[in-house]
C-alpha cells in the first residue's frame, strides 16, 4: 500500500509541471532574459528596486512555482484566455473588452496601472511585475489564446519523440527543450533582431499581442492534428521559427511595457 501511494505522489509531481506551465522554466528564463537587455536605466533602475538581487529571468517562474500554494489559487486563470475559433480582429478585441472573468488580458492590463501607480505598495509592487514578466510571455504562447473544449490543447494527446504527451505540452516547453540549450544560451542565439523587427515589435498594445498569437494558434489547429499524432523531426522543422519568434517578441515586447512605465 505504501509502495502504490508513493508511485501516486510520484506521478503527480511528474504531471503537475506539466499541465501548470506556460513556456516551462526555459521559455519563461528566456523572455526575461531577453527583456532585460532592452531596458532603459530607469526601468532598470526600478525593477531592481523592486526584485532586489533577482533577475527577470528567474523571477518568471514564479506565478508557476507558486501554484503549489492553494492561496494563490485566484491566479490560475490569469495566464491564459479562450477564444472561440474562426474571429477576426474586431472579433478578438470585442471579446477581450467584454470577458468579466479574470485573464491574461484584463489582469495583464491591471498589472500595469499597479506598477505605474507610485501610491501601489512595495508586496504589491512585486506581486505585479513577477505576473507581468510571466503573463507577457504566456501571452506569446499561441497556445494560451485556444480554445476552452480542448483547455488549449491540453486534451489533445500526441506522442513526442515516443514520448506521451499533449499539444499544449509541445508548446510550453517540449519544442524549447528539444533544442538542448541553456536559457542564457538560447537567449544569445535568438537575440538578433534587426533595426526593422525591433521597431515593429515596438508597436501595438496587449490585443494586438493577443490577436497575434491567436492568429498562430488558429495555424496550429489548422494543420489537423489530433489525438495520438506522432509529432518529432518535422513538428520541430516545421515551428521551431515560429516557437523562436514569440519568445523574441515577449522579451522585447515586456522591455517595451516597463520601459514605458518607468520612462
Same mark, same amino acid.
Given at each position: 500500500?505504501?509502495?502504490? #501511494?508513493? +508511485?501516486?505522489?510520484?506521478?503527480?509531481? !511528474? &504531471?503537475l509541471?506539466?499541465?501548470a506551465?506556460?513556456?516551462g522554466?526555459?521559455?519563461h528564463?528566456i523572455?526575461?532574459?531577453?527583456?532585460?537587455?532592452?531596458?532603459?536605466?530607469?526601468?532598470?533602475?526600478?525593477?531592481? =528596486?523592486?526584485?532586489g538581487?533577482?533577475s527577470?529571468?528567474?523571477?518568471?517562474?514564479?506565478?508557476?512555482?507558486?501554484k503549489?500554494?492553494?492561496? &494563490?489559487?485566484?491566479?490560475?486563470?490569469?495566464?491564459?484566455?479562450?477564444?472561440?475559433?474562426?474571429?477576426?480582429k474586431?472579433g478578438? $478585441?470585442?471579446?477581450?473588452?467584454?470577458?468579466?472573468?479574470?485573464? /491574461?488580458?484584463?489582469?495583464?492590463n491591471?498589472m500595469?496601472?499597479?506598477?505605474?501607480?507610485?501610491?501601489?505598495?512595495?508586496?504589491?509592487?512585486?506581486?505585479?511585475?513577477?505576473?507581468l /514578466?510571466?503573463?507577457?510571455?504566456?501571452? %506569446?504562447q499561441?497556445?494560451?489564446?485556444?480554445? #476552452?473544449?480542448?483547455?488549449?490543447?491540453?486534451?489533445?494527446?500526441?506522442n513526442?519523440?515516443g514520448? #506521451?504527451?499533449n499539444? %499544449?505540452?509541445?508548446?510550453d516547453?517540449?519544442l524549447?527543450? &528539444?533544442?538542448? +540549450?541553456?536559457y !542564457?544560451? &538560447? !537567449?544569445?542565439a535568438?537575440n538578433s533582431?534587426?533595426?526593422?523587427?525591433?521597431?515593429e515589435?515596438k508597436?501595438?498594445?496587449?490585443?494586438?499581442?493577443?490577436?497575434?498569437?491567436? =492568429?498562430?494558434?488558429?495555424?496550429?489547429?489548422?494543420?489537423g492534428? #489530433?489525438?495520438?499524432?506522432?509529432?518529432?523531426y518535422r513538428?520541430?522543422?516545421?515551428?521551431?521559427?515560429?516557437?523562436n519568434?514569440q519568445?523574441l517578441?515577449?522579451?522585447i515586447?515586456?522591455? $517595451?511595457?516597463?520601459?514605458?512605465?518607468?520612462?
Amino acid at each position: 500500500m505504501k509502495l502504490i #501511494k508513493k +508511485l501516486i505522489f510520484v506521478a503527480v509531481l !511528474t &504531471y503537475l509541471p506539466y499541465a501548470a506551465n506556460a513556456w516551462g522554466l526555459l521559455g519563461h528564463r528566456i523572455v526575461g532574459e531577453i527583456a532585460e537587455s532592452y531596458l532603459n536605466p530607469n526601468a532598470r533602475k526600478a525593477v531592481k =528596486e523592486i526584485l532586489g538581487s533577482e533577475s527577470m529571468a528567474i523571477t518568471a517562474n514564479w506565478p508557476d512555482f507558486i501554484k503549489s500554494d492553494s492561496s &494563490y489559487n485566484y491566479l490560475s486563470s490569469w495566464h491564459y484566455v479562450n477564444l472561440p475559433e474562426n474571429l477576426d480582429k474586431i472579433g478578438v $478585441n470585442n471579446y477581450l473588452e467584454n470577458m468579466t472573468e479574470a485573464n /491574461i488580458y484584463n489582469k495583464t492590463n491591471e498589472m500595469i496601472a499597479l506598477l505605474k501607480n507610485k501610491q501601489t505598495p512595495a508586496a504589491q509592487k512585486l506581486l505585479a511585475l513577477r505576473m507581468l /514578466i510571466h503573463l507577457v510571455g504566456d501571452m %506569446h504562447q499561441p497556445m494560451h489564446t485556444a480554445r #476552452k473544449e480542448d483547455l488549449g490543447g491540453n486534451r489533445i494527446t500526441v506522442n513526442w519523440f515516443g514520448q #506521451k504527451s499533449n499539444l %499544449h505540452r509541445v508548446w510550453d516547453e517540449q519544442l524549447i527543450d &528539444y533544442q538542448q +540549450l541553456s536559457y !542564457t544560451e &538560447y !537567449t544569445k542565439a535568438i537575440n538578433s533582431p534587426t533595426t526593422a523587427q525591433l521597431a515593429e515589435w515596438k508597436k501595438g498594445n496587449i490585443k494586438d499581442y493577443i490577436f497575434e498569437s491567436y =492568429e498562430i494558434c488558429n495555424k496550429i489547429y489548422a494543420t489537423g492534428i #489530433k489525438n495520438d499524432d506522432k509529432l518529432s523531426y518535422r513538428y520541430n522543422f516545421d515551428w521551431i521559427s515560429t516557437v523562436n519568434s514569440q519568445l523574441l517578441k515577449g522579451g522585447i515586447r515586456l522591455a $517595451n511595457i516597463l520601459n514605458g512605465i518607468y520612462g
